[in-house]
């Protein structure tokens, strides 16, 4: 490169691409940061919008709060003072026809207390007995370089019951999958690290002091009640929309230190060459083609423009970067290729307070697969964030959509706010029809990780090291769904771009007088 200061162009702006530019322009070396998104808009599944005039999720709701990536991130960007934990760690089950509370003692479902398990009387007898077996019946540890279903893992142990009653509606309904083809290393890393350490996974759970602590494990536990030592969950007070907002205005600042990052709209316009460094993000362009260009690659946007780069993070969607790469690492497309995806429908739906037969406690309710409903799982917004509570409203999130249950995908959104709301009334007692209602859909946005993923993804990624020094991997497809996990991998995608932009540099660096090149 010819540019004394390298650019490095980051394709794909939800929250992996934007944590992936936020930290190339702030990080060593020094360097220009070209953020690319297809869409006019950034944030990927995360988009905050409003019903009733009140701030609501049209995507992912929170984080996790023990993977501390996201949170530090929220903090670098100034909305550290902004981060609220949920108000409940409480959450139902919609099973046989009823709501009953999950016990405590559920580790990603798995239950861990079966005490606990039996008084809750959220499964039927027989499972519930069945479940006990796990301390009982002979067996070994799992091999420790072994990944399997998650299914597998608690079917084999605890039963079907377990496995479909209170794992799968968690599990696969976070990755909109079934947990018969979710791999345990991606989704269960607890759980398998139970079942490595011993026989049985109740036994492998205490022996870690992965015991569990209440419900609010599975669904987003509040710190607020008595006993909680820190919540589970976090998102920021007035939507996670905020945190892409102040990304992007901090990308296109240049790493500017005069002040907070605050709030503001997307900035996008052309790149500025010169001795200063300068920014850009730039939103409803999308890559044709990247090229092998001297001293690194050439990026061609859709509009025909070009962007010289030393490096380039590809944070898109695992068809979108197959096809850039075809080219140029076929293995590593073909292995991006045979990710499969599952399609997700969220209903927002806002009733009159009157609407409730009686006052709810909790965060919502899960609904196993064998009850048939359309509805996957629904979240009481003023109970979960008590900050969102208003005193005429009660709003519902509700999520429909699996790998192998494609319904929603063929209802209007019409049809679809009318089969959410007769599940809800059958379900909560519902006394009256929404006053809003809004459906966000999200077609081929989750990712399904079979057993073995992380290992593919690991040799995918040394064989574009090999073949395409200077691109990077990073986004849900890789190590995971949550918000949380795509930013640490994001990072880390970062760290490794800026390396190979030093690396190029060191390389096509003059000797040093009195020093001779070999060769």
């Known amino acids: 490169m010819s540019d004394a200061i390298p650019t490095i162009v980051v ?110 009387r959220v499964l039927g007898r027989g499972a519930t007995a069945r479940a006990a077996l796990d301390l009982l019946l002979p067996g070994r540890p799992l091999d420790s370089d072994a990944d399997v279903s998650v299914g597998h893992l608690v079917r084999r142990r605890m039963g079907r019951g377990v496995q479909l009653g209170l794992v799968d509606p968690l599990l696969g309904g976070i990755n909109a999958g079934h947990t018969d083809d979710l791999s345990a290393a991606v ?70 230190e005069s002040g907070p990052v605050v709030s503001g709209p997307v900035v996008s316009g052309p790149v500025v060459s010169g001795p200063v460094v300068t920014n850009a993000v730039v939103t409803g362009d999308g890559v044709a083609a990247i090229d092998r260009a001297a001293g690194g690659w050439s990026v061609r946007l859709g509009s025909g423009r070009r962007i010289d780069a030393a490096a380039v993070v590809l944070a898109c969607p695992p068809v979108a970067s197959a096809t850039l790469l075809e080219p140029l ?69 509700a999520s429909a959509g699996r790998v192998d249950d494609r319904r929603a995908e063929h209802l209007d959104d019409y049809e679809l706010i009318n089969r959410i709301h007769a599940e809800l009334a059958d379900a909560m007692g ?21 057993p073995g993923h992380l290992d593919r993804i690991a040799e995918a990624e040394r064989r574009l090291a090999t073949d395409a020094p200077g691109l990077v991997l990073a986004g849900a497809a890789l190590r995971g769904v949550g918000i949380a996990t795509c930013i640490a991998g994001a990072r880390a995608a970062a760290a490794a771009a800026a390396r190979a932009v030093t690396a190029a540099s060191s390389e096509r660096a003059p000797a040093p007088p009195g020093r001779i090149t070999p060769g």
């Open 11 to 120: 394709i794909g702006g939800g929250i992996a691409g934007l944590a992936a530019a936020w930290d190339l322009s702030r990080g060593t070396p020094t360097c220009r940061v070209v953020l690319i998104e297809v869409s006019e808009r950034l944030g990927g599944k995360i988009s905050t919008g409003t019903i009733g005039e009140m701030p609501v999720e049209g995507g992912p709701d929170s984080f996790l709060a023990r993977v501390p990536a996201a949170t530090d991130l929220v903090r670098e960007v100034g909305l550290g003072d902004e981060l609220v934990a949920p108000g409940s760690g409480h959450a139902y089950l919609w099973s046989r026809r009823a709501l009953r509370a999950l016990p405590t003692g559920l580790v990603l479902g798995l239950p861990s207390d079966l005490g606990a398990l039996r008084r809750s």
């Open 187 to 256: 989704a269960a890393p607890q759980i398998l690290a139970a079942a490595r350490r011993s026989a049985s996974l109740i036994r492998g759970l205490r022996a870690a002091g992965t015991s569990g602590t209440a419900s609010g494990a599975v669904t987003g536990g509040g710190a607020g009640e008595a006993g909680a030592a820190a919540p589970v969950f976090l998102t920021v007070r007035g939507g996670l929309g905020r945190l892409v907002d102040a990304l992007a205005a901090g990308i296109a600042s240049g790493g500017a």
């Open 329 to 397: 690492s076929p293995a590593t497309a073909a292995t991006l290729r045979s990710i499969t995806t599952a399609s997700v429908a969220l209903t927002v739906l806002s009733y009159p307070a009157g609407a409730l037969p009686a006052p709810v406690t909790g965060s919502g309710f899960l609904v196993p697969r064998p009850e048939g409903r359309l509805m996957t799982a629904a979240s009481w917004v003023a109970t979960k964030w008590p900050h969102l509570a208003r005193p005429d409203r009660f709003t519902i999130r």
């Open 430 to 450: 519902l006394r009256a029809r929404p006053l809003d209602g809004q459906v966000h859909r999200w077609p081929d946005a989750f990712p399904q990780f079979a």
